[in-house]
């Protein structure tokens, strides 16, 4: 009996062995793999959108709260940005003065008196004489040297006065210095050797004393103190830094200044010009040897007098605006931490008024991250908000800062990007706490919650 020939199944067929080595193909590679993968990340997009939205719309439904919260904020993101600014004009206004004497150029001044050890301020005791300014033009390198003093008195012309800086200085000074003259000329050496009384007068000086008359102010007769002076020349505007007005001051030889208004053999300041910038180490040495060996300063004895240069001025400068900038910043980060408990607080109170919406979310199927997310956001926006707030208020109150102060105006990447990070850490810092706890609550309690 024949028996029947049962048909295979594909599933049975024998394979080849070259049919064996082919790799298995995959259904879901290529375009739908694609899809996939880019679904999940549209997704991911979405529940970030749709966070954000729902933290802008729990935010606006209580806006007179969240406004209180943030406000915090924005306080203490305006005062570290008017803090940034204020100390930023300063450092600008002080290092452009510092640049206009050159970087070739030290500037020695009286040193610091000292009692039991202690120093007292620099320029406490009076060293420099003008045969000490004579001396130093012998060192190789320096190509100008002019000594300084200063006085703050009235000068007057008719019935018109003006209280200003009068400054006694050596014919070189105009070199040092860059100065250009308006009218007239610089004093000669001889007004200097003589003594002569003659003035040169700013800009400032010259319109306070002389608009009103509508005078020209050569060869007119002023009066400083009770000496008279002849007005040789008017100085070219130099404008102002910061608050000081360089056009406010009158230039006198420096033997007028120190026989008829100071009448001391000492001066204030010496100003040494270095013919090159990589000179001013070795020229700032030799300044050292030779006022220790005129003032008879033995190996060991403190200096009575102090020589900058240039480079070390503006160090100086930085620094101090450096330690300044810390001391508001830090300041002002005492408000910016009450915002931030302001922040954690009031995100607290919106978990426990929406334990129930929590937990409604979480039986459709929200994860915990989701749910730690969105109050995060909600977090981060309403800190960010707060700091954009923060720093167009914190700009203009430095604007109106610095305008007033008489310094620059200066704004800078420091400045724009502050409000952002800080904002977004604090957002993130103390919005933490209040996501995670929502987002571990139990559904089945949160929905019970009335």
Same mark, same amino acid.
């Given at each position: 009996m024949s028996r029947a020939i049962r048909p295979r199944r594909p599933g049975n067929l024998v394979k080849t062995p070259a049919q064996s080595a082919q790799p298995a193909v995959n259904p879901y590679a290529g375009p739908i793999a694609d899809f996939m993968q880019n679904g999940k990340s549209a997704r991911r997009s979405n529940a970030i959108g749709a966070s954000f939205g729902s933290a802008l719309e729990a935010l606006w439904a209580n806006r007179l709260r969240s406004l209180l919260t943030g406000l915090g904020i924005f306080i203490g993101v305006a005062a570290v940005i008017a803090a940034l600014t204020l100390t930023q004009g300063a450092s600008a206004s002080i290092n452009s003065r510092i640049s206009s004497l050159g970087t070739n150029s030290i500037t020695v001044s009286n040193g610091a008196a000292t009692n039991g050890g202690v120093f007292g301020a620099v320029g406490s005791v009076q060293s420099l004489t003008v045969d000490d300014a004579v001396s130093l033009e012998k060192i190789p390198h320096v190509t100008a040297v002019s000594p300084i003093v200063t006085i703050t008195t009235q000068v007057v012309y008719g019935n018109q006065n003006w209280n200003t800086r009068v400054q006694g200085v050596d014919l070189s000074y105009q070199t040092i210095q860059s100065w250009d003259m308006a009218q007239g000329v610089w004093f000669s050496q001889f007004d200097q050797s003589a003594g002569s009384p003659v003035a040169l007068i700013g800009q400032t000086v010259a319109h306070s004393l002389f608009d009103a008359s509508g005078t020209n102010p050569l060869g007119q007769t002023i009066r400083i103190r009770d000496q008279l002076f002849r007005v040789l020349g008017v100085l070219a505007s130099k404008g102002t830094q910061g608050a000081l007005d360089q056009d406010d001051v009158v230039? #006198?030889?420096?033997?007028?200044?120190?026989?008829?208004?100071? *009448?001391?053999t000492y001066v204030d300041?010496?100003?040494?010009?270095? &013919? *090159?910038a990589s000179d001013v180490?070795?020229?700032?040495?030799?300044?050292?040897?030779?006022?220790?060996?005129?003032?008879?300063?033995?190996?060991?004895?403190?200096?009575?007098?102090?020589?900058?240069?240039? *480079?070390?001025?503006?160090?100086?400068? *930085?620094?101090?605006?450096?330690?300044?900038?810390?001391?508001? #910043? /830090?300041?002002a980060g005492i408000s910016l931490t009450v915002g931030g408990i302001g922040i954690m607080n009031i995100m607290l109170v919106s978990v426990t008024e929406r334990t129930r919406e929590i937990g409604i979310r979480m039986s459709v199927g929200a994860r915990q991250r989701d749910i730690r997310n969105q109050f995060l956001i909600e977090s981060l926006t309403l800190s960010l908000v707060g700091g954009v707030i923060g720093m167009i208020l914190?700009?203009?109150? /430095?604007? @109106?800062?610095?305008?007033?102060? /008489?310094l620059p105006f200066v704004v800078s990447v420091t400045s724009i990007l502050t409000p952002f990070i800080v904002s977004s850490a604090i957002g993130v810092v103390f919005g933490l706490y209040p996501a995670v706890r929502a987002s571990k609550? &139990?559904?089945? #309690? @949160?929905?019970?919650?009335?």
């Open positions: 230039f #006198v030889p420096i033997t007028t200044a120190i026989t008829r208004l100071k *009448n001391s300041q010496i100003q040494v010009q270095v &013919d *090159n180490d070795q020229v700032q040495q030799s300044i050292k040897a030779i006022l220790e060996q005129r003032h008879r300063i033995t190996g060991g004895a403190p200096d009575d007098f102090r020589s900058l240069s240039s *480079n070390q001025l503006l160090q100086t400068a *930085n620094q101090f605006s450096s330690i300044l900038t810390i001391l508001l #910043v /830090g300041i914190g700009l203009l109150i /430095g604007f @109106a800062v610095t305008h007033a102060a /008489g609550l &139990d559904p089945i #309690v @949160a929905l019970r919650t009335e």
